[in-house]
């Protein structure tokens, strides 16, 4: 968190309840210093993707899980749709909005609550719930025999995503505020990963079901970085530890201090349990500025994944329908990755800004969905690369935002709370995108 020193030993807190004859001098970074940077700019990487990951391969799968009830045992190029009619658009008798739906719900639950209460229950264990739960939801997906279990399967997922998320969003307060960026990096990794992934070894000829087996790899990575890959400071959560170290709270001689700022570190850890419900209001309202924003760019582009990718299709095109709307879900996550990964050299304060620019694109290609004007689906590519570039500079600048602008005792609560937003976005979208496709679908 402080840049003093180039390391997490200098916490920053409120300097009111120091002695006054205490003076603070920047500390020459040491090769152990760098070396615990290093790792947990690695760890949070790895952390981001594994958690994003199952997510994202829902989605890249959705049109899969809706088009058959029972997951193909071939390369899954050419399932057969079960047609709501004979429209123009080749539908799915189901939105893939309802993944959307079914792969957010559970998230947008979990965001909503546990700012308030997740404090109650330890580290180690939302992250054990995380990998569970990812692991099952490849699984359940994997041996799906029909739709009911694939949408469970897939809420599974968002219970692993949506926890993981507000947990190692409020871990990063602990730590140097590098590890924001790693993190965000990691998460844009995951959708690029996760859906190239997906696309590259169905393409080559696994089925989805073997492809799905393949990648429960993926939450044992993420149990491994956090146990063994961070070095988190004293004052930090580890491995198997409770959420906060209530306990070397109440007597500092049975944890391990730091070499500065410990009196300030404790006060500051005392602070972030103790803030009031108004409190926490006056946090949330102050965040709002960047929080509806974000909001906005998510529903935009959600609205467009869910709501049109399925619709976008051309019929000369040299993909097969299932093939279009992988490589659509491919391009969105690369400009995620390479935005979410930008914040080391770009920052963007104006997130309003990107959200106009966001809803732009959504009604450009609802009318091109409309009246089918545009000539080749290499225009769409473009477009839904452009739209991943925004998505994700509105994520990691919301992100900076918060933690840079919050207090020291009060940015775990404000970093848990912002990921809110996002989701609340989507979760709109994926209810709009129901009828709209059905809309879409019943036209000749």
């Known amino acids: 968190m402080g840049p003093i020193g180039g390391g997490w030993r200098n916490i920053p807190g409120d300097s009111e309840g120091e002695d006054e004859d205490v003076t603070h001098f920047p500390q020459p970074e040491t090769p152990s210093d760098a070396y615990n ?47 709501a009619n004979a429209s123009r658009y080749d539908c799915n008798a189901v939105s893939t909005g309802a993944v959307l739906l079914a792969d957010i719900l559970p998230t947008l639950l979990i965001k909503l609550s546990s700012p308030f209460c ?25 041996f799906s025999t029909s739709t009911a279990q694939s949408i469970a399967g897939v809420v599974f997922a968002s219970i692993s995503s949506g926890l993981g998320e507000i947990t190692f969003l409020a871990l990063t307060s602990f730590f140097n505020s590098a590890v924001v960026s790693a993190w965000s990096s990691g998460t844009g990794g995951a959708g690029l990963i996760g859906a190239l992934s997906y696309l590259g070894l169905t393409l080559v000829g696994f089925s989805p079901q073997h492809t799905l087996l393949l990648m429960t790899i993926v939450p044992v990575i993420m149990l491994a970085s956090y146990c063994f890959l961070l070095a988190p400071p004293p004052e930090a959560p580890r491995c198997g530890w409770g959420a906060l170290p209530q306990t070397s709270l109440r007597n500092p001689s049975l944890t391990e201090q730091p070499l500065l700022g410990h009196k300030a570190t ?37 609205f467009i994944n869910q709501g049109l990718f399925e ?56 009318i091109a969905v409309t009246y089918v ?15 991943g570039l925004l998505g994700g500079a509105g994520y990691v600048n919301t992100f900076h935002c918060v933690s840079a602008e919050s207090k020291p005792e ?30 879409f679908c019943r036209l000749p």
């Open 266 to 302: 404790l006060q500051s850890n005392t602070q972030k349990t103790q803030l009031s419900l108004l409190e926490k209001g006056q946090v949330v309202k102050g965040l709002l500025k960047y929080l509806i924003p974000l909001a906005i760019v998510y529903f935009a582009e959600y």
């Open 37 to 83: 940077h290093w790792r947990n700019n690695v760890g949070f990487w790895l952390l981001g993707l594994c958690n994003n990951f199952a997510y994202v391969v829902m989605l890249s799968a959705a049109h899969d899980i809706l088009s058959q009830e029972k997951v193909p045992t071939g390369n899954g190029t050419s399932p057969t749709p079960h047609s």
């Open 410 to 439: 009060e940015r775990e609560f404000a970093m848990g709370v912002a990921c809110v937003a996002d989701t609340l976005g989507i979760s709109l979208s994926g209810v709009i995108a129901i009828p709209v496709h059905n809309y």
């Open 311 to 366: 619709l976008l299709y051309f019929r000369n095109a040299p993909f097969s329908h299932p093939q279009q709307y992988r490589w659509y879900q491919m391009l969105y996550q690369a400009g995620v990755f390479v935005s979410r990964s930008s914040a080391s050299c770009i920052r963007f304060r104006h997130i309003w800004i990107l959200a106009l620019l966001q809803c732009v694109n959504m009604v450009f290609l609802s």
């Open 118 to 142: 997740i404090h109650l229950f330890p580290y180690g264990l939302r992250v054990a719930i995380c990998v569970i739960t990812a692991w099952s939801s490849f699984l359940l997906v994997a």
């Open 373 to 387: 004007f545009l000539p080749s689906i290499y225009i769409v590519f473009a477009l839904i690369l452009y739209e």
